[in-house]
């Protein structure tokens, strides 16, 4: 069962156009949620995060939506730029610290 | 400031060898955590040492022991190694505090033949 998920495996955008990456989950005890970047052969890095009293967070490019009603979370990144090709994992965690993560996705952006 | 550092990068095993895989930390983080990640899956957790002297079980601990053997060290231990865990393993750490995130190593890519 799995409490996290990324439906899209895979997403390709245009240098400068928005990429929207999606998380769904299913345990309502969730109360923080992180974004992580992989690239190939590294680990993942924290990217950005929220926590379950907001609805969003934004960090320069990167901004993060929750809606704790629909148990989904979303990721934007505006402009899109070659280098943010990468795999992006979500991730919930309650308040115990572990953190469960969902498959990732595989964002493409194209020059 | 290394940050979380692991040994060795690469390693290739016969199945029923056993091994450590090494990871240590130089943030004074009072977590830390080992990650399976594979094909398809995401990172799953094998287990965790929430504070120096105390170790849990995670998602998938099964054919794994650890040892938090200082608060900087967390090692992982297959005693005898299966062609299912063959996998990428990624130590992590995290500082005390509800709403902190994990600070991952490079990993160690694992085959058992």
């Known amino acids: 069962d799995q409490q996290v998920k990324q439906n899209s495996p895979s997403l390709s955008v245009q240098e400068g156009r928005i990429s929207i990456l999606n998380c769904d989950y299913t345990?309502?005890?969730?109360?923080?949620f992180l974004w992580y970047k992989k690239y190939p052969a590294e680990g993942p890095t924290f990217l950005i995060s929220?926590?379950?009293?907001?609805d969003k967070n934004e960090d320069g490019r990167f901004t993060v939506f929750l809606n704790k009603s629909a148990k989904h979370l979303s990721l934007h990144i505006v402009p899109s730029q070659p280098g943010d090709s990468a795999v992006y994992f979500c991730a919930a965690s309650d308040n115990t610290g572990k953190l469960i993560f969902g498959q990732g996705t595989t964002l493409q952006v194209k020059p | 400031n290394a940050g979380v550092t692991q040994t060795p990068k690469f390693q290739v095993l016969k199945t029923g060898q056993s091994m450590t895989l090494q990871c240590a930390q130089d943030?004074?983080?009072?977590?830390m955590y080992w990650y399976r990640q594979d094909p398809g899956m995401g990172l799953r957790l094998i287990y965790y040492s929430a504070s120096e002297g105390t170790t849990d079980k995670g998602e998938v601990p099964n054919g794994y022991n650890v040892s938090r053997l200082n608060k900087r060290e967390f090692s992982l231990r297959l005693e005898s190694a299966a062609p299912s865990q063959t996998s990428v393993y990624f130590c992590a750490s995290r500082p005390s505090g509800t709403y902190n995130e994990q600070f991952f190593g490079p990993g160690t890519r694992l085959t058992v033949l």
């Open positions: 345990n309502s005890m969730f109360d923080y």
């Open positions: 929220i926590s379950s009293i907001k």
């Open positions: 943030m004074n983080h009072n977590s």
